[in-house]
C-alpha cells in the first residue's frame, strides 16, 4: 500500500558526530519527521497516516484562514472553497493536498515543486517551490513563489511545524517567541494588532518564556524581534536543551497553536505549533502583510529549525 501523503523523501546528514534526519512527503511538502540522534525536533506522524491538525505542511497562497472563504479583487467577489466548515472559512491555502513534483534529490537536500492554478476564488497561476536542506547547523527550508500569470497576483504563505524536544513532556518545557503584538480575533479571523502588553490575560506574552503546560492559545502574533534580520523562537526543557525556531524577515508574524489533545505518535498530549507566516491570517480581505507580485516577479523567503544543546 502506498502512503497516504505520496513518495517519502529522506535526508540524512552527520553533524559532529550526531546523525540528523528529515522526512518529506510528496503531498504538502509536509514536514513528517526530523531528528538528532533519534531525539524528534518536530511532532513526527507515521508514514501510513496522514498530518494532524496542518501537521509540517505548506500554507499558500495564504496562510490562516479567509473569513467565509470571501474576498474581492479589483471590485469582483472571489469565493474559495469552505474548507473549515465548522467555522466556514477557507483555511490553509490551496496546496494541503496537493503533490508536489521533485526537482531536485541528493542525501541531505530536496527542491520540490507545486503549482497554483487558477480555480474557484483564485484566478492566478502561481509557480511555487519550497527546499529543504541538512545543515551544519540545522533544517533551512526556502521557499520561492513566482507569478507566472498574466496578471500581477497576491501571495502570502506561512509553515506549520509542532516544534518538540523528544518525549519531554509540556510542564517541563518552555516556549519563548519575541514577538510585541497580538492580534485580536473572532473565530480565529484577526480583528486588531495590539501590544501583548494589553492583552496579557488571553493572549500570553512569550518573549520571556512561559511554560508550555500554562498555554492554550491560537493566535497571530507580530511586532517580531530580529537580530540580523532573523527572528529566533525556542522550546527548551529545564537545562536549556531544545529546539530553535528561526524565520527571516519575509515571515514577520508567527502563529502559536498549543493543543492539548494533539494526536502524537504515543497517545495524545499537549503539542506546540510554532507557525512562520508571511502575513497574519485573513491577508486577502485586510491587505496586512500581503505581497503581490508583479507578472514574471519572485517572492523569497527562510525559516529552520536548529538543536539547541542537543
Do not use: C
Not at 2 to 18: K, N, S
Not at 130 to 152: C, K, S
Not at 209 to 219: K, P, S, W
Not at 233 to 243: A, K, M, N, Q
Amino acid at each position: 500500500m502506498r502512503p497516504p501523503t505520496g513518495q517519502q523523501f529522506t535526508l540524512a546528514r552527520t553533524v559532529d558526530g550526531r546523525r540528523v534526519r528529515a522526512t518529506i512527503t510528496e503531498v504538502a511538502a509536509t514536514l513528517r519527521e526530523l531528528t538528532v540522534d533519534d531525539v524528534d525536533l518536530v511532532e513526527p506522524f507515521p508514514e501510513d497516516q496522514r498530518p494532524a491538525k496542518g501537521q509540517g505542511i505548506v500554507l499558500a497562497p495564504w496562510g490562516g484562514r479567509v473569513a467565509g472563504g470571501d474576498w474581492t479583487h479589483d471590485g469582483q467577489p472571489q469565493r474559495l472553497a469552505i474548507t473549515e466548515r465548522d467555522l466556514g472559512n477557507a483555511s490553509h491555502g490551496l496546496l494541503r493536498y496537493a503533490p508536489y513534483r521533485m526537482l531536485e534529490h541528493d542525501e541531505s537536500k530536496i527542491m520540490l515543486q507545486a503549482t497554483i492554478h487558477p480555480q474557484t476564488g483564485w484566478p492566478f497561476l502561481i509557480d511555487t517551490f519550497v527546499t529543504y536542506e541538512l545543515t551544519d547547523d540545522g533544517l533551512v527550508v526556502t521557499h520561492e513563489a513566482i507569478n507566472a500569470g498574466r496578471e500581477r497576483a497576491p501571495w502570502a504563505m506561512g509553515a506549520h511545524p509542532y516544534l518538540a524536544v523528544g518525549d519531554v513532556p509540556a510542564d517541563r518545557l518552555t516556549l519563548t517567541v519575541p514577538a510585541a503584538t497580538v492580534f485580536n480575533a473572532v473565530d480565529l479571523i484577526p480583528t486588531e494588532e495590539v501590544l501583548v502588553d494589553e492583552m496579557r490575560a488571553s493572549a500570553p506574552d512569550l518573549r520571556h518564556g512561559r511554560t508550555l503546560a500554562e498555554l492554550d492559545i491560537d493566535h497571530n502574533y507580530g511586532g517580531v524581534e530580529s537580530v540580523g534580520g532573523v527572528t529566533t523562537s525556542t522550546l527548551l526543557d529545564p537545562e536549556g536543551r531544545g529546539v530553535a525556531l528561526w524565520q527571516d524577515a519575509a515571515f514577520p508574524y508567527v502563529v502559536v497553536f498549543t493543543p492539548r489533545d494533539f494526536p502524537a505518535v504515543g497517545g495524545p498530549r499537549h503539542a506546540v505549533a510554532v507557525e512562520p507566516m508571511s502575513a497574519p491570517a485573513n491577508a486577502l480581505n485586510s491587505g496586512q502583510g500581503l505581497v503581490w507580485l508583479e507578472p514574471g516577479e519572485t517572492w523569497r523567503g527562510q525559516w529552520g529549525i536548529a538543536p539547541v544543546g542537543l
